[in-house]
C-alpha cells in the first residue's frame, strides 16, 4: 500500500509565501515524476508543476517564476515552494506521483488528499 500525504497549507496574505511537502510512503520500488495539481472551488484540476526523477520541473504559465518545485529522492518527498501568493492561487493543492511498488509490474499514478491554500487579506 502507498501513501502521498501533503501538508504545509495554510491561510496566507496576498505577496506571502507558503511551501508545500508531500511525502510518499510504502512498499515502494521507485518514483519516476512528481508533480503538484490544484483545483480551485468550481473549476476543474489543473497542473501546477512537474519534475522528473532527473530534477527537471515544468510549470504552468500561471505560476512560472513565483513557484519552484523540488524532490528529495531519499526521503520519497516533492516540494512546492510558491512565492508572491495572489488571491487566483486558492485552491486545493494535490500531490501526484507515479510509483513503482513492489511486487507490482510496473509504474502506477498516486495521489495525496490535497492541502487547502487560501491566499486573502
Known amino acids: 500500500q502507498v501513501q502521498l500525504v501533503e501538508s504545509g497549507g495554510g491561510l496566507v496574505q496576498p505577496g506571502g509565501s507558503l511551501r508545500l511537502s508531500c511525502a510518499a510512503s510504502?512498499?515502494?520500488?521507485?518514483?519516476?515524476?512528481m508533480g503538484w495539481y490544484r483545483q480551485a472551488p468550481g473549476k476543474e484540476r489543473e497542473l501546477v508543476a512537474t519534475?522528473?526523477?532527473?530534477?527537471?520541473?515544468n510549470y504552468a504559465d500561471s505560476v512560472k517564476g513565483r513557484f519552484t518545485i523540488s524532490r528529495d529522492t531519499a526521503k520519497k518527498t516533492v516540494y512546492l515552494q510558491m512565492n508572491t501568493l495572489k488571491p487566483e492561487d486558492t485552491a486545493v493543492y494535490y500531490c501526484?506521483?507515479?510509483?513503482?511498488?513492489?511486487?507490482?509490474?510496473?509504474?502506477?499514478?498516486?495521489w495525496g488528499k490535497g492541502t487547502l491554500v487560501t491566499v486573502s487579506s
Open positions: 501526484n506521483a507515479y510509483i513503482y511498488v513492489v511486487g507490482t509490474s510496473g509504474y502506477a499514478s498516486y
Open positions: 519534475i522528473t526523477s532527473g530534477g527537471k520541473g
Open positions: 510504502g512498499t515502494i520500488f521507485s518514483i519516476n515524476d
